[in-house]
């Protein structure tokens, strides 16, 4: 008999999957390939960044919760990306600008890249992809998928989940009370 689990829309774990996405490349602002093997051993919250959206204020939330976390292998990542509504049309270099200028990031922002549709990048594919951790499409800007720091997807939460919730903080201090395998 198939049984249906119902998973409040806010938050997806992971239970099943063991996917490792350390090995996965992407580029950092500056051009240079890096992945999340570069973060091994550190908890990462990826999120899908834009700065003409409703969410961006999540900016301070953000950036706060890396700030608190920073110090016990916490990080968060930011992937500018323009595939809802246009909503992120600069250059990284305008993008980093921004991010600093406006709400002081000093967590790493990479380069820009597509997190859904035909030209999506290979860690989204992973996370979301047919065959992904969590499959389906990223809804809009700033959602957050949750790393372990075995470099293994946790979790995932919506865009409109605030970085400062209690579910998703509660998710990353358990994972960062979590001993890496």
């Known amino acids: 008999m198939l049984h249906r689990i119902l998973i409040p829309a806010f938050v997806m774990t992971a239970t099943t999957f063991a996917a490792d996405l350390t090995q996965i490349p992407f580029r950092a602002a500056d051009g240079k390939d890096t992945s999340l093997k570069a973060y091994s051993g550190k908890v990462v919250l ?29 990080v968060v990542i930011g992937f500018p990306c323009n595939d809802f509504g246009n909503q992120e049309p600069g250059t990284i270099e305008e993008i980093q600008k921004f991010c600093k200028s406006e709400y002081d990031v000093t967590f790493p922002v990479m380069d820009k890249i597509s997190v859904k549709g035909e030209s999506q990048h290979q860690l ?42 209690p579910e998703l903080t509660a998710a990353v201090e358990k994972a960062i009370a979590t001993e890496a395998k």
């Open 46 to 74: 990826i999120v899908n960044l834009a700065s003409k959206c409703g969410l961006t204020p999540q900016y301070t939330a953000l950036e706060a919760l890396y700030k608190k976390h920073q110090a016990e292998n916490f």
């Open 124 to 165: 989204y594919t992973a996370l979301t992809g047919k065959d992904g951790v969590f499959p389906g499409d990223v809804r809009w800007n700033f959602g957050k998928f949750l790393i372990g720091k075995d470099g293994k997807a946790i979790a995932r939460f919506e865009p409109t989940t605030k970085p400062d919730s």
